[in-house]
């Protein structure tokens, strides 16, 4: 059995960027979104202990570096 999901009120500027990401992936926007919602369900959660040693291989040490890590990847999170 399949569900048909729906996604209301999407911002242009969102709704643009998922179009763009689907053409460079060759592929529809619905299965780019179908894409990335399997990637979200197959990965397992996180644990704290996991996301430390994650950091702790990027190599941050102050909370500036961080700062610009996630400024990078919001303006630019294709990168």
Known sequence: MTVTLSIKNVPD?????LKERAARNHRSLQGELMAIISE?????PTTLREFGQF???LGIKTT???ARMIREDRDDPDR
């Not at 979200?40 to 397992?44: L, Y």
């Open 40 to 44: 979200a369900t197959r990965r397992p």
């Open 64 to 66: 500036s570096e961080s």
């Open 55 to 57: 950091v702790d291989q």
């Open 13 to 17: 500027e969102l709704a643009q960027k």
